[in-house]
T-cell receptor
Framework: QQQVKQSPQSLIVQKGGISIINCAYE??????FPWYQQFPGKGPALLIA?????SEKKEGRFTISFNKSAKQFSLHIMDSQPGDSATYFC???????????FGTGTQLKVEL | EAEVAQSPRYKITEKSQAVAFWCDPI?????LYWYRQILGQGPELLVQ????????DSQLPKDRFSAERLKGVDSTLKIQPAELGDSAMYLC?????????????????FGAGSRLTVL
């Protein structure tokens, strides 16, 4: 059972543009929503995270938007750069445990 | 910066052989996870340890996979016998005791992974 659905599977954005990746979850017990960035040959690294008590969190060029009623959250990358080219995973955990459930990933390519 | 160490980075084996992966978490991290990441997919939890105890191994194929963390520090994941479908990246991650960490969040730090190819 896939509890976190992520789209799109791949994304190409021009340098300076905005990259948007969307995720939807089913389990209402989830209370922690991180985004991980993964470069080829490396493990995922935490990029930014949000809890459902806020609707938006911004860190530099990265912003999470959270819609609790719709059970959706998204990652926005402003002024996208070639160095942002990587695979991005949304994830969720909660319900008294700390097991992370990951989305299927979005491969982002930022072109010059 | 503290890192999660994993070895080997790459392993090629034939089906029916035994393989083992090792993980050394960040010092002081009581919680350790093994995830499996099939190419093109997100990581899936295999097993979670709290100190030396297994907290969750519901997704671990116990007929062929085993994991241990005898002294509550480093951990070993074993596959015997390996099957073609086991080809994947095996990721180890650690975090502070649940409920602690940055703002009480569950901040996992992943290692670089061990890539397994079964021929």
């Amino acid at each position: 059972q896939q509890q976190v659905k992520q789209s799109p599977q791949s994304l190409i954005v021009q340098k300076g543009g905005i990259s948007i990746i969307n995720c939807a979850y089913e389990n209402t017990a989830f209370d922690y929503f991180p985004w991980y960035q993964q470069f080829p040959g490396k493990g995922p690294a935490l990029l930014i995270a949000i809890r459902p008590d806020v609707s938006e969190k911004k860190e530099g060029r990265f912003t999470i938007s959270f819609n609790k009623s719709a059970k959706q959250f998204s990652l926005h990358i402003m002024d996208s750069q070639p160095g942002d080219s990587a695979t991005y995973f949304c994830a969720a955990s909660g319900g008294g445990g700390n097991k992370l459930t990951f989305g299927t990933g979005t491969q982002l390519k930022v072109e010059l | 910066e503290a890192e999660v160490a994993q070895s080997p980075r790459y392993k090629i084996t034939e089906k029916s052989q035994a393989v083992a992966f090792w993980c050394d978490p960040i010092s002081g991290h009581a919680t350790l996870y093994w995830y499996r990441q099939i190419l093109g997919q997100g990581p899936e939890l295999l097993v979670q340890f709290q100190d030396e105890s297994v907290v969750d191994d519901s997704q671990l194929p116990k007929d062929r996979f085993s994991a241990e963390r005898l002294k509550g520090v480093d951990s070993t994941l074993k596959i015997q016998p390996a099957e073609l479908g086991d080809s994947a990246m095996y990721l180890c991650a650690s975090c502070p005791t649940p409920g602690q960490g940055l703002s009480g969040a569950n901040v996992l730090t992943f290692g670089a992974g061990s890539r397994l190819t079964v021929l």
